[in-house]
């Protein structure tokens, strides 16, 4: 499955969410980071094997806050206040990028 150019190189769709958590800890790991990933947190987005995004499903709103990994970094960070938020500035990204 695919969207085109859109999230190009990362995995974001039904057919490998299953994947993303096994990927995260793996990475998690190597890095010998002490991060606890949890049960509740949903891993929905995969980017080459070393970036990773997801949210807290204990969240009790509808559009929880988006928590983001990158290989070899110590620590978990808030990169969007929602989900919605983040799915928007992911779209205005790429469209931003094509106008290069």
């Known amino acids: 499955m695919a969207a ?11 057919d490998s969410l299953s ?5 995260f800890e793996t990475v998690l790991a ?8 949890s049960n509740k947190k ?7 094997g070393y ?4 949210f807290d499903t204990t ?3 509808d559009d929880p806050p988006v928590y983001g990994y990158r290989e070899g ?3 978990t960070q808030l990169v969007s206040g929602s989900f919605s938020s983040f799915l928007q500035e992911s779209f205005d990204e790429e469209l931003e ?4």
Request: hydrophobic letters at 40%.
């Open 51 to 54: 970036i990773f995004h997801f």
């Open 42 to 48: 949903f891993i929905f987005q995969n980017h080459q």
């Open 19 to 23: 994947e993303n958590r096994h990927a």
């Open 73 to 75: 970094e110590l620590k």
């Open 59 to 61: 969240f009790n709103e």
């Open 4 to 14: 085109g150019r859109f999230l190009k190189g990362t995995d974001v769709f039904y």
């Open 30 to 37: 190597l890095d010998k980071n002490p991060f606890s990933l």
């Open 97 to 100: 990028g094509r106008k290069v």
